[in-house]
């Protein structure tokens, strides 16, 4: 579409719709700290002719979609975690053979074949803990989850048991 079309071409789909609105709406609210309230957003769906029913349902939607990324983010937290964990398990393992080489007037030698043996797993740790795409992260993440998920359920039955028990 040129800027010098008139107004009564104008046409748009469904993306650009959003796009569009996304943007005015980022611009008028250029304070982060800005926030909506349910009925405002009530109006502006009305003013859209958006049934509260399907802003409901969006919302509820987007309420999964959080949780989601909240999800994904403690996923990736505890990954980066575990990483340093491991890290710094190789550290002092490699830190240990450099001091004893060091000691027995040897220099380096002896222990940087243990360094560079010990260091292939960790350049594969590197590549897996950073590596934010693909299948092998969602099979991490799905497994992760299952995980968590009972756990958390293990949590809940073991609270209400203990509770039951208490006087």
């Not at 609105?21 to 982060?32: E, F, G, M, S, T």
Request: some cysteine; charged content about 25%; glycine content about 6%.
């Amino acid at each position: 579409m040129t800027t010098f079309e008139p107004k009564s071409l104008r046409s748009y789909s469904q993306d650009d719709v959003q796009q569009i609105l996304q943007l005015a709406i980022a611009r008028q609210a250029d304070d982060k700290d800005t926030e909506f309230s349910y009925e405002q957003i009530l109006e502006i769906a009305a003013e859209l002719e958006i049934s509260p029913d399907s802003l409901k349902l969006a919302e509820r939607d987007w309420v999964v979609q959080q949780g989601q990324v909240q999800q994904r983010k403690a996923f990736d937290a505890y990954r980066i975690r575990r990483f340093q964990k491991r890290l710094g398990n190789y550290a002092i393992f490699n830190g240990f053979f450099i001091l004893v080489d060091l000691i027995t007037g040897g220099g380096i030698s002896g222990s940087l074949y243990i360094l560079l043996f010990c260091g292939l797993p960790v350049g594969f740790d590197v590549w897996n803990t950073f590596q934010l795409k693909g299948e092998e992260y969602e099979v991490a993440f799905q497994k992760w989850s299952r995980n968590h998920q009972i756990k958390k359920t293990i949590s809940t039955v073991l609270n209400k048991w203990f509770k039951a028990l208490q006087p």
